[in-house]
């Protein structure tokens, strides 16, 4: 199976353009490609899992990728997908978030000289310094603003107002590509399906400009069967940075997938060969646990370490097994003195972050929702005092599967 197969079998392979001139370039390990990132936060999240699976997966058949970090388009912000419009960032913030990113990336992906290994640049470098009538005259004029506005990117703003600002980012992403192409050579951009309108912008002004075929391919978004974007938790994004998302958290994530969710995910995410996926996708009943352990141990041992993987999945079966909270479950210190008088169950929820607001953490408890030292809590006026720990620790289980470790000092 050639490279080009495997991502379609895969599923990752949602558009592409001249798909015999792509598949020639990427089986013959010939393609030098790029996928931007915008900086709008300090970590990847889950949904840039699958651009870095793709960027390793084409890396590892000879291909040379380059990460294009967003410095310059962060200050504008895509619209894509979007319904209003995006928090501007500080320069400070941008430059942050951008570091954050390439400290990320390079647990993935091979940096260095050489053919194949990856390249890391910043669009700052280049859109900071243009001269905004050289640059109308220059890219803009290639651009009808009919066309943009039936660009699927837009429509979601369109119907609560697109700003001017906004407007210029298919143009400013277009650039980029030009602009990596009269550089590095890029003939081949990557991204979500929901970035198809803003590559073919950039393809087409290469064509435009320099009288060379451009291509572009994107890849399936991460979404659940019915279409619902996956990687969000109650805390919110799915990150890849420890601190913001534990290895526990983020083993938890993928062992409680939708059954019909585990296929995608496997063949998404996971370097499984094929076949495994196919074997692991067809177990049918409880069966489906064992292949929903094996995706949430193959991506925290991509994502962590095998180290972490091992913790994660230990605690999980501890907690299942009604044992001890082990190392890896999240886990929050308070003072003793606390709990002296007794702390409300209310106040202890959304204090230790187990919850984001008082009234969810109502609602739980009167839902039953909440067990504090396995003990079913049945009112909100309920105390939870020193008497309830056990070696200075308490485990709370929200719902059936979310556990969090109270240790006092």
Request: hydrophobic share 40%.
């Amino acid at each position: 199976m050639t490279i080009y197969d495997e991502l379609v079998a895969r599923g990752l392979v949602a558009q592409v353009t001249s798909e015999d001139e792509v598949k020639n370039l990427i089986n013959n390990g010939k393609a030098t490609f790029y996928i931007g990132y915008d900086c709008t936060a300090d970590s990847l999240t889950a949904g840039h899992f699958v651009t870095l699976t793709l960027m390793k997966r084409l890396q590892q058949a000879g291909n040379k990728p380059i990460a294009l970090i967003g410095g310059g388009t962060t200050t504008i912000g895509d619209p894509s997908g979007r319904t209003d419009m995006r928090k501007m960032l500080s320069r400070e913030d941008i430059n942050h978030n951008a570091q954050c990113f390439k400290h990320q990336m390079e647990r993935f992906i091979e940096f260095g000289e050489g053919p194949g290994k990856a390249m890391m640049v910043n669009n700052a470098d280049w859109l900071d310094n243009l001269n905004y009538i050289d640059f109308l005259r220059e890219v803009g004029v290639h651009f009808s603003v009919n066309r943009m506005l039936t660009a699927e990117c837009f429509k979601k703003r369109m119907e609560k107002g697109l700003s001017f600002l906004e407007f210029n980012y298919m143009l400013m992403q277009s650039y980029d590509f030009l602009h990596l192409f009269q550089t590095y050579g890029v003939a081949l951009q990557c991204g979500g399906d929901d970035q198809w309108s803003n590559i073919l912008a950039g393809a087409d002004l290469i064509r435009r400009k320099e009288q060379k075929p451009a291509f572009a391919m994107t890849f399936q978004l991460l979404t659940t069967s019915e279409g619902i974007k996956m990687g969000k938790t109650q805390k919110g994004a799915l990150w890849l940075d420890r601190e913001k998302t534990s290895p526990y958290e983020f083993y938890q994530y993928w062992r409680n997938v939708g059954d019909k969710d585990v296929k995608k995910c496997l063949s998404l995410l996971t370097f499984l060969p094929m076949k495994e996926v196919n074997r692991l996708s067809a177990l049918e009943g409880s069966e489906i646990n064992k292949a929903k352990e094996v995706l949430a141990f193959e991506l925290t041992k991509i994502v962590h370490n095998e180290q972490e993987a091992l913790k994660a999945q230990e605690a999980a079966k501890s907690l299942f097994g009604k044992g001890t909270a082990g190392g890896s479950v999240p886990t929050t210190e308070m003072a003793t003195a606390e709990f002296v008088d007794g702390i409300d169950i209310i106040t202890l929820l959304t204090t230790a972050g187990i919850v984001p607001s008082r009234s969810e953490a109502r609602r739980l408890v009167q839902q039953g929702g909440i067990k504090v030292a396995d003990k079913k809590i049945d009112t909100i006026e309920h105390k939870v005092s020193i008497a309830d720990f056990t070696n200075n620790e308490l485990l709370i289980q929200k719902g059936k599967k979310g556990f969090h470790n109270i240790v006092i000092f």
